[in-house]
């Protein structure tokens, strides 16, 4: 589960140390590649860009997150997580 102590100083995910959890239907809360994850505490306003993911990754109720749907809109995903 990716939780707000996970996020470094470069604004991105550190997933070396990620909290374990285990969830009946983890489905509809997975993280995807380019799904974009904004913190909704604290002063940091940008958003982060989620690489492609070798395992199962959840997050935690502090990041809202964008996942547009690519069938229907190209977009970048750096662009939507701003500066």
């Known amino acids: 589960m990716i939780q707000i102590k996970d996020i470094n100083h470069r604004q991105a995910v550190d997933f070396r140390g990620l909290t374990?959890?285990?969830l009946d239907?983890?489905?509809p809360h997975l993280v995807k590649a380019d799904?974009?994850?904004f913190l909704s505490r604290g002063y940091r306003m940008s958003g982060m860009v989620i690489p492609d993911l070798q395992r199962n990754?959840?997050?935690s109720s502090y990041f809202p997150m964008l996942r547009p749907?690519?069938?229907r809109v190209?977009?970048?995903p750096e662009y939507?997580?701003?500066?």
Request: net charge positive.
């Open 20 to 22: 374990t959890v285990k």
């Open 25 to 27: 239907k983890p489905e």
């Open 35 to 37: 799904n974009v994850l």
């Open 57 to 59: 990754v959840v997050v």
């Open 69 to 71: 749907l690519r069938k």
């Open 74 to 76: 190209k977009f970048v």
């Open 80 to 83: 939507l997580a701003g500066p």
